[in-house]
């Protein structure tokens, strides 16, 4: 009848209330020997349960659901007024203990690999950097000091310039996103970009060492662009005399812009500290130490023969060669559009350099690959957070490859099975191919997965998002250092490009201009010049996988009122990556953690009295 078997006193003492119920409206209906034997089991129930007697008020519980089999029936109301009531307990207590303690999450992207991976599940603290207000994008209280460089954090889409923030909590409260990154800069900080490190100073000038030192950053690198030409390109008419004007965003900030009148004169100008300046006297490259990193893409010999052909007498023969793409300029700018709809498409001009890469260095490419993760169907490809119609005539093909998810990362390639577990994949797989072709499939097309990045396409301006840099002489790509110093293939390359510079006066050589460091100690002055500022009551976020992610590069800074908690345990899937996250610890005993577990102690104390109190209430009081 009531569907109890494990009977406390507290379910005993709702078989108590309902029986009750239904004898004060029925006892005339019942014979007098069940009547007696009624009253007698409820008078006895009630005292068992008053006096603690748990045992013997289960026995009782148990013989009153016996007597009221096929007699005692609750109506719908009763069991929906229940159900709703213990629902809408049950939801607000969720509410407030996800939005203020702690919450379940899931990595729905790859944004944040190798840290999270798609399909991760997280236990994330609320309580890490202050008392969120429930259900809206604000604190109760906020201690910034509590905010960690280097660590990942749970943010807000709330005023983020970002597509489809909204949803629903609970699939009823009107609700915004929540997204994680790793946290990089702190409201007064100025950042620089070199060698897929960040060099900063924090608000009072003092040297951000965390950023390069911390252990958890170490295999990862950051690059201060997506494109060279930002986030979008914004271009409107002007009628002061100007036809259009082309914004360049980087950090959603606009740091350079192309302006052109009526009679197609164009002026190229650069955001500086000192306000608009023309480019020849300010370099858009400089700027958060963009020179210091170039796109990449692989080619073949008869790709570069066709692309390349001044370049391509002056190279040695080689399975493939690297080709970078550097130094962009506003100055030569090509603008693509459609006038009558006021639709318009610029791509930034480019410096390009290529360097062979001998078979030794195809498969040192190869030993540091890594891929978003991704899907194969009837041999064609598409990358894993894409629908299934993304399958389509510009997916890359991998005809040996079997139908399945896959993954690259540090050159080992893994299947993925039931909710994200990864077994790594035998040495004569077909992905594991040293094949030039193969090689240059994964590299070109292993993020976006799109034919579109295909060197010779339509749009040959498609340029991957693969990027090179140079570190202390090393030129790394894919985050290892495919070329040292002393390589030959790195000398020669070194040469050809100061000799290029040399005689012609326009162009930019692609080689290492060292990081913003003087005597072993930051160049400050350099930083606050080039560097990228944080404004105050905001953070500068990025995702580790800079070629996936949509951070603050695209997006912007993020407002204090944003930041609402930290990653504390990866319990999903199982692993080397199961655990606690490598990052910094965080103070236990704060402010907001002894005022949470305070109020939780109150309210379990609150309910515990109520609980008791209630128990000693008589339930039944005899009617006949």
Known sequence: MFGFKRYSLGKSRNILKWCYDWYKNHWQSLQKTELEQLESKMERLDQAVRSGEKKEAARLAKDLEKFGEGKIHRSFFHYTREIVFALAIALILATLVRQTWFELYQIPSGSMRPTYKEQDHLLVSKTTFGINMPLMTDHIYFDPDNVVRGNAVIWSGDNIDL?????????????????????????????????GRIYGIDQDGNDIAELRDNPAMENLDYIPFTTFEGKDVNTRPDNAGVSHQTVFLHFNKPVGRISTNLIGHSKAEVRTQSGWKEENSAGFDNKFGIKNFAMTRLLNRKQLELMHPDLAGKLQKTPLYLELKHSPSLAGSRMYGAAARNIYQTVLNTETSVIPLPEDKVD????????????????????????????????????????????????????????????????????????????????????????????????????PFRYSYFRNGDLFVMGSPIFKQNDPELQDFIKQEEQREKQNSGYTAFKDYGPPMQNGKIDADFIKKYGLHVPEKHYLVLGDNHAMSGDSRSFGFVPEENIKGTPTFIFWPPGSRWGFPDQASYPWITIQNTVVWIIFLIAIGIWYAIHRYRLKQPIYKKLS
């Open 163 to 195: 597509p489809n923030t909204d949803t629903k909590y609970f699939w009823i409260f009107p609700y915004k996103k929540r997204y994680i990154k790793r946290l990089i800069g702190k409201p007064g900080d100025t950042l620089y970009f070199y060698g």
């Open 364 to 463: 040192e490419l190869m030993d540091s690959l890594y891929t978003a993760r991704f899907e194969v169907r009837g041999g064609l490809a598409k990358n894993y957070s894409e629908s299934p119609s993304a399958f389509d005539s510009f997916s890359p093909r991998l005809p040996d490859v079997e139908d399945g998810t896959y993954e690259f990362y540090h050159g080992k390639a893994c299947r993925v099975s039931f909710k994200g577990c990864t077994q790594e994949l035998s040495k004569d797989h077909p992905l594991y191919s040293r094949s030039p072709g193969n090689v240059q499939t994964l590299f070109n097309l292993g993020i976006v997965f799109n034919r579109v990045f295909s060197p010779l396409a339509t749009e040959r301006d498609y340029i």
